[in-house]
């Protein structure tokens, strides 16, 4: 048998509308705090006639009150029971009928719009009896589950705009729309996220094999940088004052070579766990979202959740920067059987072993191009995005972009992706003039002054160009460049090495590649490309 629920609504004094205190009963047999119904009875003294509160009998004579010992009994525990046991906690839904302490409702009306815990619950299917009330988990989220505009059950769900609806919007505004339950649309997008959440698994295992390897390679790197040092300090020991000079640049160059090295290989391996995370994150918030049994409920979280974290565009490969060692020791043990004339010309092939020298061909720039796209958030109200956000042309016209922050007031946008180590990158304009930069992620977006420019600041670096020539300007300081723009067909190449500070820009033509300015400088931030365009006529395209 079920045990009796006792409410604290039972035991409230009608005067003081808290809990009986000190309870009395009066002769009709209703129950006051003894203090209440004193004060009430000492205010009709002067009229000799003494009445109950709550139903209005009259006595003649001032009746005498005695205490009700079992109900301060059944008060004194309601008291002290545990708030955790009888009242809603922070999580749970409260029901919307209990006076003074709420309960926790057990189930939530779809059409009263209310929810009750058990009690209030019995008496809300024995006054709606035969009447065709939908009930459903409690839930604090009935009004978002409601059409506002007809008061319906959302229970559609309308494919065309992707938006729940109810069976009215179906035969009104989202007539002729693809549309389906809600509980269909939920089971089938439960499925593509089991599809998609299983990818994310697949690439958090290939993620932690590729860190391990990763790890191991670093190590061993190091390993066989401090071999290749303790070899040349044993053998350029041995030598006279001249190799003595020598072995001290070739142990600065390895010794340079593995800090860069290294440094670029963590980075990657930053790069790498906090991708993991990322996915590890995502995989758990799918997980929390498909536990949601309410198809509304859960198809409108689903709406805003970002389904598959891209990964980051970072150097391809970090494993190609932990070069070997071994050609180096094999010449440094050369150096010791050879005489002092024949070490100069092996100094140079050691020093060209370790260095990473700056692309010569167009194929060798294009191993370190990656995917660009523009970020719409940064986009100027007067820029056009197109082509997957690949493209972006002026217009006189105002775009319909949300506020944002990051917004330039300037005619500019930056791409999503930053440049961490070397990259390269090619871009098709036209029109009468375009910029193209690079920029850190701080630079300021909004005001009229000079400040939001490219090139116009210490945080960007700007190619200016039109149809007659070509200007770098940084920090405010503007640079007219001899090299000129090609007649027929705009394209400029520009690669960035972040760690060694050079920023080179070049004209394509076909697979040759011309300088037209360079800089070398210390980059403190991760570089951003970006564009300013001009308003009528003016495109910039990433190949």
């Avoid at 010992?69 to 955790?84: D, F, G, H, R």
């Avoid at 939920?186 to 959440?197: I, L």
Wanted: net charge negative; charged share 30%; hydrophobic share 30%.
């Amino acid at each position: 048998m079920a045990e009796a629920r006792i409410s604290q609504d039972e035991f409230i004094c009608p005067v003081c509308l808290d809990l009986l205190k000190d309870p009395v009963a009066v002769p009709c047999g209703h129950s006051y705090c003894k203090s209440c119904i004193t004060d009430c009875w000492d205010q009709e003294e002067e009229k000799g006639v003494y009445s109950c509160p709550q139903c209005r009998q009259t006595f003649s004579a001032r009746p005498s009150l005695a205490k009700n010992a079992i109900l301060a009994e059944v008060v004194e525990k309601l008291k002290t029971k545990s708030p955790a046991d009888c009242y809603a906690g922070s999580g749970d839904v409260r029901c919307e009928v209990c006076t003074g302490g709420k309960y926790a409702a057990v189930k939530s009306c779809l059409v009263c719009l209310s929810s009750y815990c058990e009690s209030h619950l019995e008496q809300h299917e024995g006054l709606f009896k035969g009447k065709r009330h939908r009930l459903t988990e409690a839930t604090g989220r009935l009004q978002e589950m409601i059409c506002h505009d007809h008061d319906k059950l959302l229970e559609v769900f309308c494919r065309t705009e992707e938006k729940c609806i109810c069976l009215l919007c179906v035969m009104d505004e989202h007539k002729n729309h693809d549309t389906v339950s809600a509980a269909a649309q939920r089971t089938e997008t439960q499925k593509q996220m089991k599809e998609t959440q299983s990818k994310i698994q697949e690439r958090i295992q290939q993620g932690e094999k590729d860190l391990h390897q990763l790890r191991e390679a670093v190590e061993s790197h190091k390993c066989s940088a401090q071999t290749a040092v303790e070899d040349t300090e044993r053998i350029f020991t041995e030598l006279i004052r001249y190799v003595e000079r020598s072995r001290s640049e070739v142990t600065q160059q390895i010794r340079d070579q593995e800090k860069s090295a290294v440094s670029r290989a963590e980075e990657g391996l930053e790069r790498m766990k906090q991708e993991i995370n990322d996915l590890r994150r995502t995989d758990k918030e799918m997980e929390q979202l498909s536990e949601i049994q309410d198809p509304v409920h859960f198809l409108q979280n689903f709406q805003t959740f970002s389904a598959s974290p891209k990964s980051t565009n970072v150097d391809d490969n970090p494993l190609r920067f932990l070069k070997s060692f071994d050609g180096m020791r094999e010449s440094i043990r050369q150096l010791g059987q050879k005489l002092q004339d024949f070490c100069k010309e092996e100094l140079k092939k050691i020093s060209a072993s370790v260095t990473d020298p700056i692309p010569k061909t167009r194929t060798d720039f294009l191993q370190y191009s990656h995917p660009l796209t523009l970020d719409p958030n940064t986009a100027n109200k007067h820029l056009h995005l197109s082509n997957g956000n690949r493209a972006v042309n002026g217009s006189l016209e105002e775009r319909t972009y949300p506020d944002h922050p990051e917004r330039f007031d300037e005619l500019q946008v930056l791409c999503r992706e930053s440049v961490c180590g070397r990259g390269y990158w090619e871009i098709e304009w036209r029109g009468d003039y375009v910029s193209i930069a690079v920029s850190y992620r701080s630079i300021v977006r909004k005001g009229p002054g000079g400040e939001c420019y490219f090139g116009a600041n210490d945080k960007s670096w700007s190619l200016e160009c039109s149809n007659y020539k070509y200007a770098f300007r940084h920090n405010d300081i503007e640079t007219e460049l001899p090299a000129k723009p090609h007649n027929l067909r705009h394209r400029v190449g520009v690669f960035v090495d972040h760690s060694a500070g050079t920023l080179i820009f070049y004209n394509i033509h076909g697979d040759t590649m011309i300088p037209i300015h360079s800089v070398q400088t210390t980059f403190t931030e991760p570089l951003y490309p970006g564009f300013w365009v001009d308003l009528v006529g003016t495109s910039v395209k990433l190949c």
